[in-house]
């Protein structure tokens, strides 16, 4: 397989837009975990300490999906200037490597968005306790 230029930098735009959402996404549970903790803090709830809990296990899954996603972009740019300077076994592996990160990535991602229903059904098995 000989990759030309364009090949790997494919990549970009959906690595950009990914690390949009994923910075979205840490924010949102950066604030979340903020509150939940002074909440904690103030009233001792266990509901409380499962969302916490709930929220650490997502923040740790976001934090890989970016730690991927950035090293994939990595892999794309030595992918891009083997091309360049025509080291062509290194292009092809870096680029196959990337590939796979940013498969795992998204990975990550699907297994964040689960946690994120664990999180809604602490709240309603509260209500449903109550």
Same mark, same amino acid.
């Given at each position: 397989?000989?990759?030309? #230029? *364009?090949?790997?930098?494919? &990549?970009?735009?959906?690595?950009?837009?990914? @690390?949009?959402?994923?910075?979205?996404?840490?924010? /949102?549970?950066?604030?979340?975990?903020?509150?939940? /903790?002074?909440?904690?803090?103030?009233?001792?709830?266990?509901?409380?300490?499962?969302?916490?809990?709930?929220?650490?296990?997502? &923040? $740790?899954?976001?934090?890989?999906?970016?730690?991927?996603?950035?090293?994939?972009?990595?892999? !794309?740019? =030595?992918?891009?200037? *083997?091309? #360049? @300077? %025509? @080291?062509?076994? #290194?292009?092809? =592996? !870096? @680029?196959?490597?990337?590939?796979?990160?940013?498969? *795992?990535?998204?990975? !990550?991602?699907?297994?964040?968005?689960?946690? *994120? %229903? %664990?999180?809604?059904?602490?709240? =309603? $098995?509260?209500?449903?306790?109550?």
């Amino acid at each position: 397989m000989i990759l030309e #230029i *364009s090949t790997p930098a494919l &990549l970009f735009p959906a690595v950009s837009l990914l @690390f949009l959402a994923y910075t979205n996404r840490f924010l /949102h549970l950066a604030t979340l975990v903020r509150n939940l /903790h002074r909440d904690w803090v103030e009233l001792r709830d266990e509901a409380l300490r499962a969302q916490i809990d709930n929220l650490r296990r997502r &923040l $740790k899954l976001i934090r890989w999906m970016q730690l991927l996603g950035a090293v994939s972009l990595l892999l !794309c740019v =030595i992918s891009m200037v *083997s091309v #360049i @300077f %025509g @080291f062509r076994p #290194i292009d092809t =592996i !870096c @680029f196959i490597a990337a590939l796979v990160l940013m498969g *795992s990535s998204l990975v !990550c991602l699907a297994l964040e968005i689960w946690c *994120s %229903g %664990g999180a809604l059904q602490i709240l =309603i $098995k509260r209500v449903e306790e109550e």
